[in-house]
């Protein structure tokens, strides 16, 4: 008896889908919990597997077409592969698009990305995922090996002596552009930018922080801290995160959020942290945080931020968080701005550690300092409150011991 495959079950807050990728065709064999399709949301990329062994007898939806929750995607014949006479030989011009249509359809949608914006020839690449399948990590090896020097290009015909040629205008020729669709995500992600922006009151307060005595505790005891957590590093994000819970705990307006008329006030600190992924910045939860040790925090940070570049991000994942952490001083930023997190109406910015010169105690000392930035919503959280928030956070980091003692 046919099996109908189905897309996965949609919560409220995700209203359809679209179908990325196809990894089997028509009249192909599959295994059981073998990928067949990806169908990319605004929140994750979702992967559907076969139920069982068998045959996909009929693919009901297209590249690129939008399906709703537990739509019909295909349907899958069980048991042996499929008998059918092998098709005659393609001609070697055939063989090459086949060959091309194959490779492609062993990549997900980030890998596939990087392959359309550097124009790179996929059937050089090694693939070392599943079945052969190319993943982003292998794209990112080519581009640093010298065989990604010269891009994939058809080939031009060499102009003979005699016929005329065109002095270029400039460094180049050509002023080339390339129009491509904005992926699902991308588009909500700028939605919900949009929205944060035009339908809160936001306003940024700052403050710096002196890292020294956290990198003091940091450096005595990452390796110890490493060995005894099974491989767990200590990082900053784990201070933060802790900081922030605790500062929440007396600040409950900034661990609120809005709901037309209403304030909901949350008995739980559940954070969310901003992860930059190919795709774009995705906020996975770590849910009750209040009650996570510093080890659990660093490993759970850890493992979404390798299932978010993977895109094995779940809609639970993604789901809820009462207040958000984002670190841009992992890619250099020194100051910046945070967007809310709708409905959230509270988001920590780290930034990059610089050495500064402090006075201290009448005394000019230099000390790894960090700006820390609290973007709120106006509406709910006045400046007091706000700048009374971020000074606890401040004194906490300062003197981390606070953070285990709870002062």
């Known amino acids: 008896m046919a099996i109908e495959l189905k897309a996965p079950a949609f919560p409220e ?19 059981r919990d073998e990928l067949i399709v990806e169908i990319e949301t605004d929140k994750v990329v ?28 295909a349907i899958i014949q069980p048991g042996a592969a499929s008998t059918a006479p092998a098709p005659a ?60 020097a010269a891009p994939a290009s058809p080939a031009t015909p060499v102009a003979s002596s005699s016929d005329p040629v065109d002095e270029p205008l400039g460094p180049s020729s050509e002023r080339i ?8 995500m991308r588009a909500r992600i700028a939605e919900r930018l949009l929205d944060a922006t035009q339908q809160t009151a936001m306003l940024t307060t700052f403050n710096e922080v002196n890292m020294a005595p956290v990198m003091a505790l940091r450096s005595k005891y990452k390796e110890q801290f490493e060995k005894t957590h099974n ?12 900081a922030a819970c605790e500062a929440l705990k007396r600040f409950p307006e900034v661990n ?7 304030v909901v006030y949350h008995g739980y600190q559940d954070i969310g942290v901003a992860v930059s992924t190919s795709g774009g910045l995705v906020v996975p939860v770590l849910r009750d945080a209040d009650f996570m040790s510093l080890a659990d925090v660093e490993a759970a940070i850890k493992d979404l931020g390798l299932r978010a570049k993977d895109n094995k991000l779940t809609i639970e994942d993604m ?25 959230q109406t509270g988001i920590l910015g780290m930034h990059k550690i610089q050495e500064r ?22 509406r709910l959280i006045d400046g007091k409150t706000a700048v009374q928030f971020l000074v606890a956070v401040k004194d906490l980091i300062e003197d981390p011991a606070r953070i285990l003692l709870q002062l």
Do not use: C
């Not at 209203?15 to 192909?28: F, L, S, V």
């Not at 139920?51 to 739509?71: F, M, N, Y």
């Not at 249509?101 to 124009?119: I, K, T």
């Not at 609120?256 to 209403?262: C, L, T, Y």
């Open 231 to 242: 491989g767990t590093r200590l990082g900053f994000m784990g201070f933060f995160v802790k």
């Open 256 to 262: 609120a959020s809005i709901d037309g008329s209403d």
């Open 46 to 73: 979702m992967e559907v597997v076969a139920p069982e062994d068998g045959v996909i007898e009929k693919i009901l939806a297209a590249e690129g077409e939008t399906i709703e929750s537990e739509a019909i995607l």
């Open 177 to 184: 552009e390339k129009r491509v669709p904005m992926t699902r």
């Open 89 to 148: 030989a393609a001609s070697p011009a055939e063989s090459a698009v086949q060959g091309q249509d194959n490779d492609a359809a062993l990549m997900g949608p980030a890998a596939r990305q990087l392959v359309d914006e550097h124009g790179l020839d996929i059937s050089k690449i090694v693939g070392t995922g599943k079945n052969g399948r190319i993943t982003k990590e292998d794209i990112l090896k080519f581009l640093k090996s010298d065989n990604a």
């Open 357 to 378: 010169p402090m006075a201290v105690n009448g005394e000019v000392v230099v000390l790894p300092m960090m700006y820390l930035a609290l973007s709120y919503d106006h």
């Open 319 to 343: 789901t809820g968080g009462t207040f958000t952490v984002t670190n841009g001083g992992v890619f250099g930023s020194l100051l910046s701005t945070p967007i809310l997190n709708p409905p």
């Open 13 to 31: 807050s995700v209203a359809d889908g679209e179908i990325a990728a196809w990894h089997k065709k028509e009249g192909e064999s599959v295994a």
